[in-house]
């Protein structure tokens, strides 16, 4: 049988004693490309934050690859991506190769010497390899990250909101990178995002979070979903399935 990547069971946060997120449940599979998306407040970043042992929980249980994420210690099969504006420095004296290679450091360094050249060049940012991170352009800084997080070739990949800072052309492009690394290295992604209809473009799954869990399933099946109809007003719903065709 088949072992979850991720099992998420009645999981409940609070912040400050406001309850964050209550009874939150999914499974990932191998291979999945899952999306989860709410509005802002809906507790989505904190639930990522729970899922990698950065908030406490108020009850509940993770498991990561089968086993429970307080004696997790394989932590080079997970790639994080975190919310770029708050976490990075684009001061930071660093090239793309170095940023790039610190990614390596959770494996104990690069076994076969090609890591990084690898991961910059499935993102396209070869050319970029010797430049600073700072003289580079948002979206270049954000594939600059994205080949940090995938350098070890992680089997999971989690990412917090990746494109917030991105414009609608190059955020599609990241998309695109982000489905051919789910598609052609066989990496199980889970994005948080608050662009629904993109979702429905690239995921094969999508958890709609507000504090608990209001949907789970495909973007059809979302679209089709009366309850979803009833919860979001026919106009909202129809402007989140048509945006994206």
């Avoid at 999508?206 to 209001?214: L, Q, S, T």
């Amino acid at each position: 049988m088949q072992v979850d990547l991720l099992k998420v069971e009645d999981v409940s946060c609070s912040y400050g004693g406001m309850e964050v997120l209550r009874n939150i449940s999914f499974r990932v599979q191998p291979g999945d490309y899952l999306g989860i998306v709410g509005p802002n407040g809906s507790g989505k970043s904190t639930l990522v934050k729970s899922i990698l042992g950065l908030v406490p929980r108020l009850c509940g249980s993770v498991q990561l690859f089968g086993v429970e994420q307080s004696a997790f210690a394989d932590w080079q099969r997970i790639g994080y991506l975190p919310q770029r504006i708050r976490f990075f420095n684009p001061n930071f004296p660093g090239t793309v190769e170095e940023i790039v290679r610190l990614g390596l450091l959770a494996a104990g360094g690069d076994k076969d010497g090609g890591a990084v050249d690898r991961a910059v060049e499935m993102m396209g940012i070869a050319d970029l390899k010797k430049r600073l991170i700072g003289d580079l352009s948002g979206g270049q800084q954000q594939r600059v990250l994205l080949a940090r997080a995938l350098v070890n070739r992680p089997q999971l990949l989690i990412l917090d909101e990746p494109t917030t800072a991105l414009d609608p052309e190059t955020r599609e492009h990241f998309y695109a990178l982000l489905e051919q690394v789910n598609m052609q290295e066989g990496t199980t992604v889970l994005l948080v995002t608050h662009d629904t209809w993109s979702i429905g473009k690239y995921a094969n799954r999508f958890i709609y979070v507000d504090k608990k869990i209001v949907f789970d399933g495909s973007f059809d099946d979302f679209c089709r979903s009366a309850e979803m109809t009833a919860f979001f007003g026919e106009h909202a719903q129809h402007l989140i399935c048509h945006r994206h065709h």
